[in-house]
């Protein structure tokens, strides 16, 4: 199960991390949330963000569209995925960039 956060502060300490930005209505947010499910984090950890709820992680990061992937190393972007992928796309990003 990938936990979800709401605010920026829960990723002070956290230093490999995947966000997944989605809506609860956006179908291509589903999928994009099965695929990350299915991927066993060796070293990092992937958290949801509610795109409707979390206004200053929507805002730090410039969302635009849902869903979006982000890629965070020692807390700076490394890489960032729209729409809904496969897991092994979402596997390739993650490993090339952590």
Same mark, same amino acid.
């Given at each position: ?8 502060e829960?990723?002070?300490? @956290?230093?490999?991390? #995947?966000?997944? !930005? ?8 589903? *999928? $994009?949330? =099965?695929?990350? /499910? ?10 949801k963000?509610?795109?409707?709820? @979390?206004?200053?992680? #929507?805002?730090? !990061? ?5 869903p979006?992937?982000? *890629? $965070?190393? =020692?807390?700076? /972007? ?21």
């Amino acid at each position: 199960m990938i936990k979800e956060i709401f605010k920026y502060e829960e990723l002070k300490d @956290a230093q490999s991390v #995947v966000l997944v !930005f989605y809506t609860p209505k956006c179908s291509p947010c589903q *999928v $994009l949330l =099965n695929e990350a /499910e299915q991927i066993e984090p060796t070293g990092f950890e992937i958290l949801k963000v509610n795109a409707e709820k @979390a206004n200053d992680l #929507v805002y730090k !990061f410039s969302i635009w569209v849902v869903p979006t992937l982000i *890629v $965070l190393k =020692n807390g700076k /972007e490394v890489g960032r995925m729209l729409g809904a992928r496969s897991k092994t796309e979402l596997e390739e990003l993650i490993l090339t960039k952590l």
